[in-house]
């Protein structure tokens, strides 16, 4: 599986941001994690292929949303309402086998795209 993330960029706090995934070869769900300076990277989403459920990690809901266009092998995820805080390196991820659950975990997922950068301006 081979992922692709774009999308990121510099926004100010309340703005949004549309962060597109584009992925290859087949998976039962896409992740998104990110990753700021100096911490550990979280999960963020995620949605399963089958029925289009989703997570979502409580920092963000309510003002994330992930949804997927199958036919253009793509995964988005709408971010409204930013805040500092949701500044990061955002990564798509995926694992053949993998279907998302009620929680999201890094070592849980072997395929990452590359990451695209989100900055928030207070």
């Known amino acids: 599986v081979q992922l692709q993330a774009f999308g990121g960029g510099l926004v100010q706090a309340g703005g949004s941001l549309r962060l597109s995934c584009a992925t290859s070869?087949?998976?039962?769900?896409i992740g998104w994690f990110r990753q700021a300076p100096g911490k550990e990277r979280e999960g963020v989403s995620c949605?399963?292929?089958?029925?289009?459920?989703?997570y979502y990690a409580d920092s963000v809901k309510g003002r994330f949303t992930i949804s997927r266009d199958s036919a253009k092998n793509k995964v988005y995820l709408q971010m409204n309402s930013l805040k500092p805080e949701d500044a990061a390196v955002y990564y798509c991820?995926?694992?053949?086998?993998?279907?998302?659950?009620?929680?999201?975990?890094?070592?849980?997922?072997?395929?990452w795209g590359q990451g695209t950068q989100v900055t928030v301006s207070s």
């Open positions: 991820a995926a694992d053949p086998g993998l279907y998302c659950r009620d929680y999201l975990s890094v070592r849980d997922f072997s395929s």
């Open positions: 070869g087949f998976t039962h769900a």
């Open positions: 949605i399963n292929r089958s029925d289009d459920s989703t």
